[in-house]
């Protein structure tokens, strides 16, 4: 499991904008307004061969004045909790304030190792007022300016140089299976049904499940390990404690090779549960879909091929995946899920044949060729470059010619004729050398 490293400091001294240029993309709302950044954000970041997961937390208030300023700071002391390395965040306009000596005194009790940073170190004068910071006793202030992007070669020395050494871990089960969903969809009374016993809390309050609950159990002779997670609800209603819940539910599926989406047969698919099925699918898992409370179809006026097609229809991007009709209240078809999961990871660890792929780019090039307006673009090659996920790699003369919608044709026709059901496949594009035109007298 990859460490994590968190952002913390008071309301508006840019620990969004710091996210945002350490994850390389505007995932975090930044705003002028205090207090913007409510729910935490996480982001998986690499940085000289070292791999983590950075959150981002709302702004802190030692002495809160209001429910929701108490609700983040219960979320910002929980992810102090369990972060490796904190990023404490200042702001050298505003200079050293009472709150900040305040948290810093939290921090140090903590005991986790804390980098300083400065910001909004934007020119020499204020990197030299940066110095004022040594007062806050935890070590050497490093200036940047999170907008420019200055100074972030030194942080992420300074945090790189605090992680936990890599140490290798017993190797898992060999498929992991995470089961993931909005709150009270029936996710726990799934893996129970599953394991035939009471291992974990059910309740009818949705939010039971507070943290990822692994379970092992012998599959037909195979270890398998199921992840229970916590519900996911959607941004701006996670209060307390469910907030971390969510980042453990993302992670889960991070460590998955399999994710079931578990839907309710009396909503089925809201914006929440694609959310959810787009993450999965975005970080190329096995999916196996899960209609749960399939047993009040009947009073719900539903049948399964109509129930399919709606599914289809609102979530188009997994037209790959498998869907599954169960109720874990009275164990309908509750044997197929791991049935399911075992087939998709199967297909996952497919490995097809440089020829045959030579065979098969050949005769799809034949029937659709690429349209590049006019321009020249060749496809010289594909070889399957690894496997769960399926990744291949096309060698292409103008990979930035290549339309997105082919590149999905490509996938597609690699999913039908060398059967890779229940799986996205991971396309990567490499430039070949083109030569040089020889220059004529």
């Keep these: 499991m990859k460490p994590i490293v968190t952002i ?41 061969d070292r791999e983590f997961t950075l959150v981002d937390t709302g702004g802190l208030e030692v002495r809160p004045v209001s429910d929701l300023s108490q609700k983040v700071k219960d979320q910002v002391e929980m992810a102090i909790q369990e972060a490796e390395v904190i990023i404490f965040l200042v702001d050298v306009k505003s200079g050293l304030v009472v709150p900040d000596m305040e948290i810093a005194h939290q921090l140090r009790r903590s005991g986790k190792p804390v980098v ?147 839907l309710d047969a009396t909503e089925l698919v809201t914006a929440q549960d694609a959310h959810v099925a787009g993450y999965a699918k975005e970080a190329l898992k096995g999916i196996v879909l899960v209609v749960n409370k399939w047993d009040l179809a009947k009073d719900l006026g539903w049948d399964e ?7 289809r229809r609102r979530l188009p991007f997994l037209s790959f995946a498998p869907i599954l009709f169960v109720s874990a209240k009275l164990g309908w078809g509750v044997e197929k899920v791991l049935q399911a999961a075992v087939e998709v990871w199967e297909v996952r660890k497919k490995q097809v044949p440089s020829n045959e792929l030579s065979r098969w780019l050949e005769q ?26 399926p990744t291949f790699t096309f060698w292409v003369d103008r990979p930035e010619w290549l339309h997105f919608s ?36």
């Design 8 to 48: 913390v400091g008071r309301p508006n001294v840019g620990k969004s904008t710091l996210f945002n240029r350490l994850a390389g993309v505007r995932l975090a709302i930044t705003d002028e307004l205090p207090g913007t950044t409510r729910d935490r954000l996480a982001a998986d970041i690499s940085w000289a």
């Design 116 to 262: 300083l940073a400065v910001n909004k170190c934007d020119n020499q004068e204020r990197r030299e007022q940066a110095a004022e910071f040594y007062q806050l006793a935890l070590g050497e202030p490093i200036p940047l300016s999170a907008y420019h992007g200055t100074g972030i070669g030194d942080l992420m020395a300074r945090v790189v140089a605090h992680l936990p050494p890599i140490r290798k871990v017993p190797e898992e089960p060999g498929l992991k299976i995470a089961i993931v969903g909005r709150p009270n969809v029936g996710k726990s009374m799934l893996l129970n049904a599953i394991l035939g016993e009471q291992r974990a809390i059910v309740d009818e309050a949705p939010g039971t499940t507070r943290d990822a609950i692994d379970t092992p159990l012998k599959y037909n002779g195979r270890w398998v390990l199921l992840i229970d997670t916590a519900g996911l609800r959607r941004r701006g209603r996670i209060a307390g404690i469910e907030r971390y819940s969510a980042l453990r539910a993302f992670r889960a599926i991070g460590r998955a090779d399999v994710v079931v989406p578990v």
């Design 305 to 311: 091929e109509s129930c399919q097609q709606l599914i």
């Design 364 to 389: 799809v090039l034949s029937q659709h060729p690429p349209s590049t307006a006019g321009r020249h673009l060749q496809i010289k090659k594909v070889v399957q470059t690894g496997v769960n996920p």
């Design 406 to 441: 082919y590149q999905r044709y490509l996938e597609n026709r690699l999913r039908e004729d060398f059967g890779f059901k229940g799986t996205p496949l991971g396309l990567r594009l490499v430039a070949t050398r083109r030569r040089k035109a020889r220059s004529r007298c």
